[in-house]
Structures are given as C-alpha cells and as structure tokens.
C-alpha cells in the first residue's frame, strides 16, 4: 500500500548555495567532495563533472594553501554546480576564493584567529552573497571542551558549534548552515537533535569518517535515515572511503527510500529463493548497470514468482513477474506480455526506456511512492 510521507520537515531558514536552495522548503540536496589535488585543475575538474553527472548538487573542494586557491578559481570557471571551498583557520584563503566566484565557505569563524581577520571574511562573505557553513567535527574539538567534557559528547558538539554561531551573531551574519558530525552514530543523531531545536538555520547532514562503502553505508543510512524521518537536514554528504560518485549514489538512495527525493530508477525486488524463476539478482544489477544514466523517476518492480510479483507489480510503473513456462511483464500495473528467461533483459530494458521516454515526453514527474510493511 502507498502512502503520503510522513515526514514533517523542521522550518529553517533558506540559503542559496550558487544557484541551488538550501532549507526552507527546498529539496534535501545531495553534495559530495573531490579527492584529487586541487591543484590539478585538469583532474578535479574531470571528477567534478562524473560527480555532477551523477546528480550532486554541490561539491566541496578542498583549499589548504593559496597555489589550491589559484587552481580552485581555475575550476571554477570550468563546471556549471555549486562549489564550496574547504578552508581551515587561513582567512587569507578565504578571501582568495571569494573573490575568485567561490559559493560558500567551509570555514568556523572560531578557528580564524583575530577579530579582524574574522570580519574580514565575513564582510567579504556578505558583499558577495556567499553563505557559510561551520563544520564542527568531533575530531577537532577544541582543547578546553575536551577538557571540560573528558572526551567528544553531543553536548560538547553544540557547545562548540554555539561558539561559532555565537560569532556569526555578533557580526549580524546570519547566511550560515551548520553541521556536526561524529563517526558514531548515536552521538551523530543527538547531536543533530539538539543543535536542531536551538537554531533555524538549515543544517548539513553527515557521519565522518563512516568508513568503506557497505559500512558507511550502513551507518549512514541509520543515522540520517533517522533524522531525515524526524524532518532533520537540509542538505547531505555520505563520507566514505570511496570514489565519491559512490556518495553522490547513496546520498540519493537515502532520500529516495523516504520519498525526499526522486531520481532514475527506484527498484523493488525480491531477495529471491529457491521458487525463483529467473535469476532475480543478476537481472537486478544487469539492470542498474544498464539503466543509470537515467534520471526520470519510474518504480520497477523485479520479483521472482508470483507469491509477491503480481501484488508488488500493481504499485510499481514497470513490474515482472516470474512464471514457469515465462515471466509475466506489467505496465501500470496490469499484465502486459509475457518473455521467456532468454529475451528478459533486452525486453525489460526497452520496456522501461519507453516508459521512460513517455514520462519526459509528457513532461511527467512521477512521485516516489512509499510502501510500508511487507
Ligand atoms: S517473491 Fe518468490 S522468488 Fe522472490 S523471495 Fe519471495 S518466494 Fe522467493
């Protein structure tokens, strides 16, 4: 059965990163970072593109020193997406990307030294319209918190992250997102939690550190599957030890398992056993393979028999179910056509890009259905 999501999303501020939204009502946008050398225009520009050819809306890049800063005005004349620069304590850098087109900074005004060199970033930050993010990490808390905490605590996190926007106050600077990651959890989700009812500018959503990509996976679909649900987050990176794209495809795949977002093909299968009648796991991934590049959201139902096919099949826009002699193939949730084993491939993937084509055709923007229970 279908459903209207639940999810109520907290009321934040909007700030505009570049040209995409972030908070208020705009969609959860999905970033993710480069690993090349920044310096290596050429490289980083490549893999900006395979990110944003992969649907993020953002991508952060790292600026440690002032050559990166040259390179990163280089890149930025050479992609179209958003790009946030990551910049730690040297205002001078700050500067540099600012004036070199640069859409929001990574930078914790706490961490930038003299009150001068704070205001110089942040007038510069203002003139130009380019927001900030504060990025509290439990693995650069200051001294004196570990200290007075013992060890990083959720509390600890905000009261860090209350310095920062404590400054941006003062300042009267308010064009700010936040966020505070952990690489455990539990600390991740009541961290967010409690920053999230003491300001209403829009928060950025991540565990660090979260590990190789079944693990981070894993621990980052709990702990922004959880908050994303509780209407937390604004905007995401999914950190994992990885080729980014990889974070760019799981940071969507989050979203889409809420309803938050839509994009490409939202599969349903079965696990598949002993009753299947084609092989469910292969077709699967043959069909992810074959099928990425579209971005049109349609939901495809893969079940190897008919104990759960047909009834799967009915809410999805392309079901298959298998049969003995041949599977059965639905469209909009009335059979269609039949196809044996061998010709099944070729004929769900011409079947769906119809579909596909159909849906752009008629300018249709099919929303994600959410089924609940089994
Ligand atoms: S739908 Fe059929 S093939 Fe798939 S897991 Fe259930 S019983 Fe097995």
Redesign the pocket.
Known sequence: MHFESPIKRRQSRQIMVGSVPVGGDAPVSVQSMTNTETTDVEATVAQIQRLEDAGADIVRVSVPTMEAAEAFGAIKQQVQVPLVADIHFDYRIALAVAERGVDCLRINPGNIGREDRIRAVVDAARDQGIPIRIGVNAGSLEKELQRKYGEPTPEALVESAMRHVDILDRLDFQNFKLSLKASNVVMTLAAYRLIAGQIDNPLHLGVTEAGGLRSGTVKSAIALGALLMEGIGDTLRISLAADPVEEVKVGFDILKSLGLRTKGINFIA????????FD?IDTVNALENRLEDIKTPLDVAI???????PG?AREAHIGLT?GSPSNLIFREGKPSHKVDNQQLLDELEQVIRARVAEAEANGEAAPAKITFGA
């Open positions: 079965c696990p598949s056993c002993s009753r299947q009648n469910v079940i190897g028999c008919v104990v759960n096919g799967e298998g």
